[in-house]
């Protein structure tokens, strides 16, 4: 069974991972590397994750490369994480589209580099067909920025006469997010410590697991990401709904 299954208690695998990828930076310092070779490990690791989703058979990741708030780094460290992104680009596409893995980038692209768009845009077009994984990206991504510009289109639509104030609803918003092509994601993931969102997918997350780690984003490996599907497959989602057995006992007691 996977969890879009609409059981409440049928959480066995999850069908959407979504990993907010944290520690490159503490990774490096611990083995008195700079922050830069972190961040370049921290890439690599990206493969063997695809690698465990694909084994795994979960057809939906999406990974937290940049969030709207990294620009408040050091120039040097944000050149140098659109670099690795770029190299990545050039290196790993071929390999993914052959593995089936479909490619989607979700965040403000229009304020990266026209060189970087332009290879976003050609990594989509040529993986569009695939489907055994569907990868995310999020870059120059914000929970925030992705609300703001939804409810932007959803009233241009409401000015222009096309859709009536009165049918705004959950679906409508949901509909106009970056993510309205994939669904909510089943399992958070986030590495290094830290036990906060960062502005990752606000709304989406609303009834996803979530599973910290301390272990630092270079050092999530196949073990790492097998006991997090171990905890999922633990926990019991229930939507804000109660769990059938108890339910009928109740019944049954209100008859006895
Ligand atoms: C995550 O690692 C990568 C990005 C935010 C791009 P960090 O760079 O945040 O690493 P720490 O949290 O400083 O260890
Ligand atoms: C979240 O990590 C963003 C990414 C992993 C891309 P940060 O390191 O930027 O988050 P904070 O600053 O600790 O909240
Ligand atoms: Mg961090």
Same mark, same amino acid.
């Given at each position: 069974m996977t969890a879009t299954d609409s059981s409440p208690s049928s959480s066995v695998r999850p069908v959407h991972i979504a990993v907010v990828m944290d520690g490159n930076g503490r990774w490096a310092k611990k083995r008195g590397f700079s922050r830069l070779e972190g961040h370049r490990r921290g890439v690599e690791n990206v493969r063997a994750m695809v690698e465990n989703c694909v084994r795994h058979e979960v057809p939906y990741l999406t990974l937290f490369a940049f969030s709207s708030e990294n620009w408040r780094r050091p120039k040097k460290e944000v050149a140098w994480l659109m670099r690795l992104l770029d190299g990545a680009l050039d290196r790993e596409v071929k390999t993914l589209h052959s593995n089936g893995v479909r490619l989607r980038f979700i965040g403000d692209l229009a304020s990266l580099a026209a060189g970087i768009q332009k290879k976003i845009h050609q990594s989509c077009e040529l993986t569009r067909? $695939? +489907? %055994?994984l569907n990868l995310t990206i999020a870059l120059n991504y914000g929970g925030q920025w992705d609300l703001v510009q939804a409810f932007r289109r959803v009233l241009m639509a409401v000015q222009q006469g096309?859709?009536? *104030?009165? $049918? *705004? +609803?959950a679906e409508l918003i949901a509909e106009n997010l +970056? %993510?309205?092509?994939i669904p909510n994601p089943d399992l958070f993931i986030r590495t290094g410590g830290e036990k906060r969102? +960062? $502005?990752?997918?606000l709304w989406q997350l609303a009834y996803t697991e979530l599973y910290f780690t301390d272990t630092y984003w270079p050092d999530f490996d196949t073990k790492e990401f097998e006991m997090a599907l171990e905890s999922f497959a633990t926990r019991e989602r229930r939507f804000g709904g109660a769990e059938h057995d108890a339910i009928e006992m109740e019944v049954e007691d209100v008859h006895a």
């Open positions: 067909e $695939n +489907s %055994t096309e859709i009536c *104030l009165d $049918n *705004l +609803s +970056s %993510t309205a092509q969102m +960062s $502005n990752f997918l």
